[in-house]
């Protein structure tokens, strides 16, 4: 049998045994990983758009960052043959469960909405498989971000850092007047999130992509990433004693509430301030880690649909449609942090932050600097994005030094492909 044809049957049997035919079910069952408060409040306008258009939501939430955890409930689901209808999904992710078969053609919906004339290539890669779209993109997220409090930066007159001596000065000041200078959560993809920005900022656009794109042998093990792991020495030295295991948005509130000055970390940690009631501006500041002005690590939600019986059904092709159309795009992106994910919303509705990133997005994709982020599945595949997860998270706690780190990310690298 093959994939598809496994899924159907098992599919149907279940149905069976529940005495009910999932096609007559009028809502969609969704796998994400959006449990923080910013992030569930972005949530709410998709549900709330689907309700008003008469479509119940199941929820499936599965906390956990960057969606490992997701991951792993979404393979026990499909093995048991109960995939969920939709499932937010990132990058490489989206190509392995096509490749498998197990995503429904969108092609009907995206032709009829023009999808190739709005959706940037670089995410069309990511969405399209052998000319079949089979994810619908809700947004880019990038990166490349820091999140200062203001008033903790403005009483120990430090101005937004333009490179990597100036983010050592500024980290050391606050160092020295006892405030802690970097809230981080020591969670591996957290890990890698700080060290693709540092990577991206140490050797540049050229570097990024052959190290993290291409896993370039060289790059890899060259004396460049020698200082990016010499960097993250630095970054470790920096974060309070109880940085390990900590949520990402549990490191955001502590620049919310003063506690840290810095949090480097990609832009739904914007989503934490807004709900907090904070302006950007005024009670913190957002600029691209020093030394990554105008180069983006991008990372888009989408979301997968999986085959239920050869047809996408109308509510997975009411969902495609409901994140796909402007207006949602914006009233989305705006609570979330992100940007839109087509190329002809306005940015009106969005706050200085996210117009930067809608103007950084649109000048690195003309000028070759718009690149995927590894930390968020559009580097490599999952096998060797978690190589390189292991190698990073034991360098930052401990395990290895810079030199041995960089002979480790060689070694896992050639042994994860
Ligand atoms: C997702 C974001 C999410 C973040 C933290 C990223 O991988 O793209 O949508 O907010 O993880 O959970």
């Not at 002809?344 to 990133?357: I, L, T």
Request: proline fraction near 3%; glycine fraction near 10%; aromatic fraction near 8%.
């Amino acid at each position: 049998m093959t994939f598809r044809a496994k899924l159907i049957f098992s599919t149907a049997v279940l149905a069976l045994a529940a005495g009910t035919a999932r096609a007559d079910d009028d809502s969609v069952e969704v796998l994400h990983w959006w449990t923080a408060g910013g992030e569930a409040a972005a949530l709410n306008v998709l549900k709330e758009d689907l309700e008003a258009q008469g479509i119940g939501w199941q929820d499936m939430p599965v906390a956990g960052g960057g969606g490992a955890e997701a991951m792993t409930v979404l393979r026990a689901r499909v093995t048991s043959g109960d995939a969920p209808t939709a499932v937010q999904m990132l990058g490489f992710d989206i190509l392995d469960w096509a490749n498998q078969g197990a995503l429904a053609n969108l092609n009907d919906l995206a032709e009829q909405e023009a999808w190739d004339e709005v959706i940037p290539a670089a995410i069309q890669e990511f969405a399209k498989v052998d000319g079949k779209w089979v994810a619908a993109p809700v947004n880019v997220h990038s990166t490349n971000w820091v999140w200062a409090n203001k008033s903790v930066l403005d009483a120990h007159g430090i101005a937004v850092p333009a490179n990597w001596e100036e983010l050592t000065a500024a980290v050391e000041a606050l160092s020295a007047a006892g405030v802690t200078p970097i809230a981080h959560g020591g969670q591996p993809w957290q890990d890698a999130t700080v060290f693709e920005a540092v990577l991206l900022s140490t050797g540049g656009s050229d570097f990024y992509k052959a190290a993290m794109i291409d896993l370039d042998p060289e790059a890899l093990g060259s004396e460049t990433m020698g200082e990016v792991f010499k960097r993250m020495d630095f970054i470790r030295a920096h974060v309070d004693e109880n940085f390990s295991g900590r949520d990402w948005n549990l490191a955001t509130a502590m620049v919310i509430n003063g506690e840290a000055g810095f949090q480097m970390m990609g832009d739904w940690a914007k989503g934490e301030f807004l709900r907090a009631g904070q302006v950007p501006g005024q009670d913190f500041l957002c600029f691209r880690f020093p030394g990554t002005a105008d180069k983006v690590t991008f990372n888009a939600d989408q979301f997968a649909m999986f085959d239920q019986g050869g047809t996408v059904s109308p509510q997975q092709a009411a969902l495609a449609q409901a994140v796909l159309s402007p207006k949602f795009q914006s009233a989305f992106n705006v609570v979330k942090g992100s940007v839109p994910a087509r190329t002809d919303v306005s940015d009106a509705d969005f706050d200085d932050c996210a117009k930067q990133g809608m103007k950084d997005v649109a000048a690195a994709a003309a000028s070759g600097d718009l690149m995927g982020s590894l930390a968020h599945g559009y580097g490599a595949p999952a096998s060797v994005k978690n190589a390189i997860f292991d190698v990073v998270t034991a360098h930052f706690n401990g395990e290895f030094d810079s030199e041995s780190a960089v002979d480790e990310l060689v070694d896992a690298v050639a042994i994860a492909q």
